[in-house]
C-alpha cells in the first residue's frame, strides 16, 4: 500500500510513531509538519472501506474535507508520476468513494501516485492487487520518498504552488 508507505515517512519525518485512535480504530499520529499541525492516519480497514474510518477522524479533529489529503495509488497516471489534486472524481477506486461518502463531498485533496494501466486486457480490480514486479520494486522506495515530499509542499504551500512544484517533476 503505497498510501501507508507514504504515511510511515512522514511519521519518522515528524518523528513520531503510529498509535490506535481509539474513536476510530485507525493508527494516528499527530504532529508537526513543515510548522503545520497534522494527524497521520492509516485505516485498519479493507481499502474499499477507507471512509469508515477517514469519516470519524475528520469529525473528531474539527477537520474540514478540504483540508484532508488522501495519498492513493492512481491506474491513469503513469508508473512513478505524482500528481495533485483537489476533488474530481473516484476513477473507479472504492477507497476514494467510500472516503467521499463518509465526507459528504468529493471536495478533498489527492496526492495521486501512478501505477499505470493494466497490461492487455487484465482486470484493473485484479492488476492493482499484485505486487510490484522487480523492477517497480526497485523504484517504489524513491517514489514514495517523492510522494512525501509532495504531501509536505502541499501542507506548507497550499495546492496551487505545490501544483506547479510537483507536476514540473
Known amino acids: 500500500n503505497v498510501g501507508f508507505m ?17 474513536k476510530s480504530g485507525a493508527e494516528i499520529v ?11 492516519a492509516k485505516p485498519r480497514t479493507y ?9 470519524p477522524l475528520a469529525k473528531f479533529y474539527s477537520v474540514p474535507p478540504a483540508d484532508i489529503v488522501v495519498v492513493h495509488d492512481e491506474l491513469d497516471i503513469a508508473f512513478g508520476k505524482i500528481r495533485l489534486k483537489l476533488g474530481g472524481g473516484e476513477g473507479g477506486h472504492n477507497g476514494l468513494r467510500s472516503v467521499a461518502n463518509a465526507l459528504g463531498t468529493k471536495e478533498f485533496q489527492r496526492v495521486r501516485i501512478g501505477i499505470g494501466r493494466p497490461p492487455g486486457r487484465k482486470d484493473p480490480a485484479a492488476f492493482v492487487l ?6 517497480e520494486r526497485d523504484e517504489v522506495p ?8 509532495a ?10 504552488p505545490a501544483q506547479n512544484h510537483i507536476h514540473a517533476w
Open 142 to 149: 524513491t517514489i514514495c520518498e517523492q510522494a512525501a515530499d
Open 47 to 55: 481499502m474499499n472501506e477507507s471512509g469508515r474510518q477517514v469519516g
Open 30 to 40: 499527530t504532529g508537526l509538519l513543515g510548522g503545520h499541525r497534522v494527524v497521520l
Open 6 to 22: 507514504v504515511a510511515d515517512l512522514l511519521a519518522a519525518r515528524i518523528g513520531a510513531a503510529f498509535s490506535v485512535h481509539k
Open 151 to 160: 504531501t509536505q509542499l502541499l501542507v506548507e504551500l497550499g495546492l496551487e
Open 130 to 135: 499484485e505486487p510490484f514486479s522487480a523492477r
